[in-house]
């Protein structure tokens, strides 16, 4: 008899983000209850963890308001230069459709 194979669930970017801010804002065992609560793995958060650059360890629930805005800064930032990148490749593209008229 074969096994059945098991549905994968894929998190949104969004909603990666929404776990990561939980376990930010419950600070010691979080993560633990992140997996409770959400029914992600705890070796599925710490992988997003690290490709975040382990936001979710930095501002635990004792940190500074003023290191969580930075923190923000720094994610509009990055999040800015992909929209602005993404926009030049949708001019170029304009560019190149008009000129074809």
Do not use: C, H, P
């Not at 801010?21 to 419950?26: E, W």
């Not at 992140?34 to 793995?41: D, I, N, S």
């Amino acid at each position: 008899m074969a096994k059945a194979k098991r549905k994968v669930k894929r998190y949104s970017a969004s909603e990666k983000k929404e776990i990561l801010n939980f376990i930010t804002k419950k600070g010691r065992g979080g993560q633990t209850k992140a997996v409770a609560k959400f029914g992600v793995t705890a070796a599925t958060i710490s992988s997003w963890r690290l490709k975040d650059g382990g936001s979710g360890v930095k501002a635990a629930k004792g940190a500074s308001k003023e290191l969580r805005a930075v923190e923000e800064l720094a994610s509009l930032i990055k999040e800015i230069s992909t929209v602005e990148a993404r926009l030049e490749k949708l001019k170029k593209a304009y560019q190149k459709a008009k000129a074809r008229l």
